[in-house]
C-alpha cells in the first residue's frame, strides 16, 4: 500500500489530542491532524465527519474514562467503608488520571466550548455527574461526623480543580511518582474536611 495508507481512528485521536493540547483546538486545521498522521486531508472524514466530531469523541472518551476509573476503583471498597476512605480512593485516583493523561485533561477543562450546544451540553452532563460522586461522599461525611466543612458546593470543587491542577505541572521524571504525589493529594484533600475537636490546632 502506498504511504497514504488510510489512518485507524485511533491514530487520528492521538494526533488531534497531542496537538489540540499543543496549539488549541481553534488554531489547529485537519489538515495539520492529516499531517501528524500522514494521510491526505480528505481521508480524515472517512472516519470523522467534521473537526468538532473528533473534539467531541476526545471529550466524551476523557471524561468518560476518568468517571470508569472512578468508579472501579471504589467498587473495590466494602459496601461499609467510610467516607473518609471513600473520599480518599476518590480523590487518589483523581490525581492519577489528571497526572497520567494531561492532554486530555487539558482538553476537557479548556477546549470544551468549542463543542457544538448540543455536545457541549452532554460534555457538562457527564462533568457534573462525575462530579456529584465527590458531593455524595462529602454529605455521607458530614453526616457521619467525618467531614466539617462551610459550603458543600465550593468544598466539593476545590478539592476537585486542586486535583485538575496536577495535569499543569506533573512531568513523570520529576522529583515525586504518580503514588507519591496521589498520598500527599489525599492527605491534602481529607484536612480540608476532616472534623476536628474544639482546641485540636
Same mark, same amino acid.
Given at each position: 500500500?502506498?504511504?497514504?495508507?488510510?489512518? *485507524?481512528?485511533?491514530?487520528? @485521536?492521538?494526533?488531534?489530542?497531542?496537538?489540540?493540547?499543543?496549539?488549541?483546538?481553534?488554531?489547529? #486545521?485537519? @489538515?495539520?491532524i492529516a499531517g501528524g498522521v500522514g494521510i491526505k486531508a480528505a481521508s480524515?472524514?472517512?472516519?470523522?465527519?467534521?473537526?468538532? $466530531?473528533?473534539?467531541?469523541?476526545?471529550?466524551?472518551?476523557?471524561?468518560?474514562?476518568?468517571?470508569?476509573? @472512578?468508579?472501579? $476503583?471504589?467498587?473495590?471498597?466494602?459496601?461499609?467503608? #467510610?467516607a473518609r476512605e471513600r473520599l480518599s480512593v476518590?480523590? @487518589? *485516583?483523581h490525581v492519577k488520571f489528571h497526572a497520567e493523561n494531561s492532554h486530555q485533561a487539558m482538553l476537557v477543562n479548556s477546549q470544551m466550548t468549542a463543542l457544538s450546544a448540543p455536545h457541549f451540553h452532554q460534555a457538562v452532563e457527564l462533568r457534573d455527574t462525575y462530579q456529584s460522586e465527590m458531593q455524595i461522599i462529602l454529605r455521607a461525611g458530614k453526616r457521619s461526623g467525618e467531614f466539617s466543612y462551610p459550603d458543600l458546593d465550593l468544598t466539593s470543587y476545590a478539592i476537585l480543580q486542586m486535583g485538575i491542577a496536577v495535569s499543569m505541572w506533573y512531568r513523570p521524571e520529576g522529583r515525586l511518582r504518580v503514588g507519591q504525589v496521589c498520598d500527599v493529594y489525599a492527605e491534602l484533600a481529607e484536612r480540608l474536611v476532616c472534623a476536628r475537636e474544639p482546641g485540636s490546632d
Open positions: 500500500m502506498s504511504s497514504q495508507t488510510v489512518a *485507524t481512528a485511533d491514530e487520528i @485521536r492521538q494526533v488531534a489530542l497531542a496537538q489540540f493540547a499543543q496549539n488549541g483546538y481553534e488554531a489547529t #486545521s485537519m @489538515r495539520e480524515l472524514y472517512n472516519h470523522f465527519g467534521s473537526k468538532e $466530531a473528533i473534539l467531541w469523541d476526545l471529550t466524551c472518551t476523557a471524561l468518560t474514562s476518568l468517571t470508569q476509573a @472512578r468508579d472501579e $476503583a471504589l467498587a473495590e471498597l466494602p459496601a461499609e467503608a #467510610s476518590f480523590i @487518589r *485516583t
